[in-house]
């Protein structure tokens, strides 16, 4: 389940190719994938750009001229509880023998894809390698992601109209009463998607996560929302997000961001968030609709 808290590492890997389609493979004596073969890469880190990042992989850290770049693949695997994110580049015309730092690498060598089998190489690196086409998150195809809000929404609203109407008004949990999740989620919502805008529109844009506790605050001096109100409001929020998922592309949804706490994560990834918080309210939900069968609350 994608949640705010979820780690992503932003690397740039370069794949230096000779005419015998041999490939160069590295083994890192630390940082990404230490310990196996896999193409030069370096973590991108924050205000730096993909292209100088794969620059200084190659210049730097092999003492290669790269020529210029192409852009390739983006790939993405899971190793250690971090989400890894890998912007391939093509290296054009690039010249020179790989010489490196013990402390960079532990090993370099030329290989062909059709003998990666024999390799420990790290597998989506080989496998994309070898022409196989990486997995495609859902949160990046516009028609997934849309079936992903709306399919957690439907079940939000199927545990919430469980609850009898003379119940969803008064607290159940705590101070909330069930409309007050809603108009909590209603919220949510729209913040997640004028953030999400923001991560395609301002380069310098740092994505947060919705700050529950303000909205807590400040309903605590606000009168609780009608029933209607607020399915009203939770409906059209949700159109709204359709609509900008309608008319986005998949490049649009995997352009990367950055998290204002470090770190960075996909536009669909951030719009995905909406689903996600949605399942984590429904389970409030049915607790509340618990305790109601139950006589609880206040």
Known sequence: ???PETKTIVASAVRIR?????VLLVRPAAGLGVGAWSLPMAQMHEHATAEATASQVVRDGLRMDPGWFQFAETLTFERGGFDIVIN???AIGWSGEPRYAERDYEDAAWV?????????????VAAWLRGEDAPVPDDV???????MLVEARADLLRTYSAIPDRDRTRPLDGDWAPV???????SAEAYYLREARQLTSLEAHHWRPFNAEQWDADRAYRARPMDSEVTARLDQVQTDSLKTIGGMVEAELAHYGSRGGGGALRVGEAIAIIAAHDREHAGQLEKMHSHARSGGGA
């Not at 195809?141 to 079936?147: C, F, G, K, M």
Request: glycine share 0%; no cysteine; aromatic share 2%.
């Open 180 to 186: 007050d999740v809603l108009a909590h989620l209603a």
């Open 141 to 147: 195809v516009p028609e997934r992601l849309a079936s």
């Open 18 to 22: 000779r005419p015998d389609d041999a």
């Open 1 to 3: 389940m994608v949640t």
């Open 112 to 124: 062909r894809p059709d003998a990666l089998e024999d390799v420990d190489a790290v597998p989506e």
């Open 88 to 90: 391939v580049f093509d």
